[in-house]
């Protein structure tokens, strides 16, 4: 499958993007679909990850409250909702699908984006 994620860019302390990640080359529905962020010289870190069906969700600690990830099936599209973003939230944000496993951990999953830089200022 192919993921192409996009929507970052540069935002103040405090403020709201939305990240998308779109997926083509096979039935979406079928993968588990995670955002993960990687800042210089740290390895990639879980945010968020959505089951297949959208009903389940998991967030890594510093995001809850703050970001929600959503799917959209019929789109084959996966989406993180960034609101009151920190100056730590800066990172190159990745969505990743996975197959076989509902997990945030990095290397169950199959397939990754390209990334999108997100920069929040403080």
């Known amino acids: 499958v192919q993921l192409q994620a996009y929507g970052g860019g540069l935002v103040q302390a405090g403020g709201s993007l939305r990240l998308s990640c779109a997926a083509s080359g096979d039935i979406f529905s079928t993968y588990s679909m995670g955002w993960f962020r990687q800042t210089d010289g740290k390895e990639r870190e879980f945010v968020a990850v959505v089951s297949r069906d959208g009903g389940l969700t998991r967030y890594t600690d510093s995001v809850k409250g703050r970001f929600t990830i959503s799917r959209d099936n019929r789109k084959n599209a996966v989406y993180l909702q960034m609101n009151s973003l920190k100056p730590e939230d800066t990172a190159v944000y990745y969505c990743?699908?996975?197959?076989?496993?509902?997990?945030?951990?990095?290397?169950?999953?199959?397939?990754w984006g390209q990334g999108t830089q997100v920069t929040v200022s403080s």
């Open positions: 990743g699908a996975d197959r076989y496993a509902w997990s945030v951990a990095e290397h169950e999953y199959d397939y």
